[in-house]
């Protein structure tokens, strides 16, 4: 296989849902709408079915149908890396496998979650499943919903002996990670900062790509101009301070890693952009009247709003 590399802005898109929490053919047309918003805006390429998609609380059907769309409306534009992670290997196996047999250019892949792994079923969680479908494989680090933590040790292990496992979204928030990681495994992987915040810092320290929310994509791509091809890092500085800290910047600790909070800050923002993207899937809710007002008096704060 030839070596794909999944760098840059990857923003994860929302799935929407009908009033009545259902992916039906009018969440579909919506779904179209916001991955022509975040092509237009130049992103690098698009991640359906992660965190912010709401995967977990997708059918088989569903996520399915969700690649379908995805890689028929980008039509070649930009990459598709579709979120493919589960509670099983044999799940995550087939996914991937649809996703190959689909066009998709890569997968982004969780920790198994719920089940708290060690270290060594982590590794044979990865091996299995690059060995089985041969296809570009982001690793996907998230402690916080997941329970289980992957060190670089363990990066570094996996990248050494699997060609196909050729990136990682690392979303631990601890920056010194980038040097632990790029130190272990050299240039053999992409490092893509899985946080909003702070994006700039984590550019500087070494990070080749964002993964963040796909409400600001032309802002999201701008900071990675400034940072990776203009390598302008004060100007990135006080781009993102003026266009996106005072939206990004998390309130508290479960602002920033708890799913539920999120999933209802990136719905409630493209229903401010005028995407009908509907509320999230029950059990979790919309963001409160209150905290919608405040965002988007934030938005039009920095421009985001008009």
Same mark, same amino acid.
């Given at each position: 296989?030839? =070596?794909?590399?999944?760098?840059?802005?990857?923003?994860?898109?929302? %799935?929407?849902?009908?009033?009545?929490?259902? @992916?039906?053919?009018?969440?579909?047309?919506?779904?179209? =709408?916001?991955?022509?918003?975040?092509?237009?805006?130049?992103?690098?390429?698009?991640?359906?079915?992660?965190?912010?998609?709401?995967?977990?609380?997708?059918?088989?059907?569903?996520?399915?149908?969700?690649?379908?769309?995805?890689?028929?409306?980008?039509?070649?534009?930009?990459?598709?890396?579709?979120?493919?992670?589960?509670?099983?290997?044999?799940?995550?196996?087939?996914?991937?496998?649809?996703?190959?047999?689909?066009?998709?250019?890569?997968?982004?892949?969780? %920790?198994?979650?719920?089940?708290?792994?060690?270290?060594?079923?982590?590794?044979? @969680?990865?091996?299995?499943?690059?060995?089985?479908?041969?296809?570009?494989?982001?690793?996907?680090?998230?402690?916080?919903? %997941?329970?289980?933590?992957?060190?670089?040790?363990?990066?570094?292990?996996?990248?050494?002996?699997?060609?196909?496992?050729?990136?990682? =979204?690392?979303?631990?928030?601890?920056?010194?990670?980038?040097?632990?990681?790029?130190?272990?495994?050299?240039?053999?992987?992409?490092?893509? !900062?899985?946080?909003?915040?702070?994006?700039?810092?984590?550019?500087?320290?070494?990070?080749?790509?964002?993964?963040?929310?796909?409400? !600001?994509?032309?802002?999201?791509?701008?900071?990675?101009?400034?940072?990776?091809?203009?390598?302008?890092?004060?100007?990135?500085?006080?781009?993102?301070?003026?266009?996106?800290?005072?939206?990004?910047?998390?309130?508290?600790?479960?602002?920033?890693?708890?799913?539920?909070?999120?999933?209802?800050?990136?719905?409630?923002?493209?229903?401010?952009?005028? @995407?009908?993207?509907?509320?999230?899937?029950?059990?979790?809710?919309?963001?409160?009247?209150?905290?919608?007002?405040?965002?988007?008096?934030?938005? =039009?704060?920095?421009?985001?709003?008009?």
């Amino acid at each position: 296989m030839k =070596k794909i590399r999944l760098d840059g802005v990857q923003v994860v898109i929302p %799935t929407p849902f009908n009033e009545e929490g259902e @992916f039906d053919r009018s969440a579909e047309s919506v779904l179209r =709408k916001v991955i022509d918003f975040v092509i237009e805006k130049g992103v690098t390429g698009i991640i359906p079915a992660g965190g912010a998609g709401e995967f977990f609380s997708l059918t088989e059907a569903e996520r399915k149908r969700l690649f379908d769309i995805c890689i028929e409306q980008v039509g070649g534009r930009v990459s598709v890396c579709c979120g493919t992670g589960a509670v099983t290997t044999k799940e995550v196996i087939n996914y991937n496998r649809y996703a190959k047999e689909i066009g998709a250019v890569g997968v982004m892949l969780v %920790t198994p979650y719920y089940s708290l792994p060690t270290d060594e079923e982590i590794f044979r @969680f990865y091996a299995t499943v690059a060995e089985a479908v041969d296809i570009s494989i982001m690793m996907y680090n998230d402690p916080f919903p %997941t329970g289980v933590d992957m060190k670089p040790d363990l990066v570094a292990r996996l990248v050494a002996e699997f060609d196909n496992i050729v990136a990682i =979204k690392e979303s631990t928030g601890d920056l010194r990670r980038i040097g632990e990681i790029k130190d272990a495994c050299g240039n053999k992987i992409d490092y893509l !900062f899985g946080d909003d915040y702070p994006i700039v810092d984590a550019y500087i320290l070494g990070a080749n790509g964002w993964v963040p929310n796909a409400w !600001f994509p032309a802002e999201a791509q701008e900071i990675h101009r400034l940072c990776v091809e203009k390598r302008d890092f004060v100007a990135a500085k006080t781009f993102y301070d003026q266009r996106l800290r005072p939206v990004l910047k998390p309130a508290n600790e479960g602002a920033r890693t708890n799913p539920s909070a999120y999933i209802a800050k990136q719905k409630a923002a493209f229903e401010l952009l005028g @995407f009908k993207v509907g509320a999230p899937r029950a059990p979790l809710s919309l963001m409160d009247e209150k905290g919608k007002k405040r965002l988007a008096e934030q938005m =039009k704060q920095v421009g985001l709003l008009s």
